[in-house]
């Protein structure tokens, strides 16, 4: 049931903000919690210890891969499942997936999306991770 479950989206656009919000409110009553940039989400996640984490990949302060790692590296944060959102692909013509995280960082997320993010495979996703 998604009730009760807290979920963190760290994201710099209002707008993508908005739209994860949105998207979460399609699959059920979630405590949705947001920050706008890589170092208000890591202390949020370690304040709030939510069950699921939403990341960007590039904001101001900390990007979402230090942000990532850093919560791997923290024993309170490293067992929150996490979502990466990124738009690398769009802006830059590089592709990067969950796996290449793992080979660079050490640990890979539990599902990298690229944006545009499609909805249904946004609500798949957040589904699976969570048992709904």
């Given at each position: ?24 409110t399609e699959l059920g009553d979630f405590e949705i919690e947001t920050a ?74 539990n599902a990298f999306i690229d944006k545009p993010v499609e909805p249904d495979?946004?609500h798949k996703t957040v589904s699976q991770i969570l048992g709904l």
């Amino acid at each position: 049931m998604a009730e009760n479950k807290k979920i963190l989206i760290i994201d710099d656009e209002p707008d993508a903000r908005a739209f994860s919000e949105a998207m979460l409110t399609e699959l059920g009553d979630f405590e949705i919690e947001t920050a706008k940039n890589g170092l208000e989400g890591l202390q949020k996640a370690e304040l709030i210890k939510p069950d699921l984490i939403i990341l960007d990949v590039q904001m101001p302060v900390m990007n979402g891969f230090q942000v990532f790692k850093e919560l791997r590296r923290k024993g309170i944060t490293e067992n929150i499942p996490v979502i990466m959102l990124t738009g690398i692909a769009t802006t830059t013509g590089l592709r990067y997936d969950a796996k290449d995280m793992g080979i660079t960082l050490g640990s890979e997320p539990n599902a990298f999306i690229d944006k545009p993010v499609e909805p249904d495979e946004f609500h798949k996703t957040v589904s699976q991770i969570l048992g709904l």
